[in-house]
């Protein structure tokens, strides 16, 4: 999800450079590193939440293959018309874009896997965020995060601090949390 500034989203030159910034860092470090670590199969359902311009949803739409879905939802009209983009070069017909600051309008327990990366720093009301992605998650689901600006020990104590996740395991990118059953 791009930063929020003081009035609403990030101005577009500024996502602009964000997004071509990102194709570097990936180009050192594949995203895919990061999703073989979430356990995605072919026909999950997943919610790239805070998605920015799609570092990873093309992978997970190949993840998830024709009888899976992802939906990648951001804040900033830019990073989904990118997706979008991104997606119809790919000739991928299972992503959807959802224009959202926090609630996905996605049915309860409907996700396989929600990815949380490089965006809860940034977050204006994590508590609430963290209820919409427990809501949607099935309870077998996975809420899969990382977050660059902040120790691996602060952000699952934020998670975790919520009362709706526990840690499952850590990897070398991720950490996974399970809903606790409701």
């Known amino acids: 999800m791009t930063p929020r ?3 609403g989203t990030e101005p577009n030159w500024s996502f602009r450079l964000m997004a071509f910034m990102y194709k570097f860092r990936d180009a050192r470090l594949s995203r895919q590193a990061f999703l073989d670590e979430t356990g995605i199969k072919q ?17 997970v739409a190949r993840m998830v293959g024709e009888d899976g879905q992802v939906y990648a939802l951001d804040r900033h009209p830019l990073a989904l018309k990118m997706v979008a983009e991104a997606a119809r070069r790919a000739h991928l017909s299972n992503v959807t874009t959802i224009l959202a600051d926090r609630d996905t309008s996605l049915p309860s327990d409907s996700v396989d896997v929600a990815l949380l990366y490089d965006i809860y720093h940034d977050l204006l009301e994590p508590q609430l965020i963290l209820q919409e992605l427990y809501r949607v998650l099935k309870p077998t689901g996975i809420l899969s995060s990382h ?8 952000l699952r104590q934020a998670i975790e601090s919520s009362d709706l996740f526990v840690l499952e395991r850590t990897d070398v990118h991720t950490a996974s949390f399970s809903p606790i059953v409701r």
């Open 147 to 154: 977050d660059h600006h902040l120790e691996a020990d602060a």
């Open 43 to 59: 026909g999950d359902t997943v919610l790239d939440y805070g998605c920015g311009p799609g570092s990873y949803v093309v992978k």
């Open 5 to 7: 500034h003081a009035h």
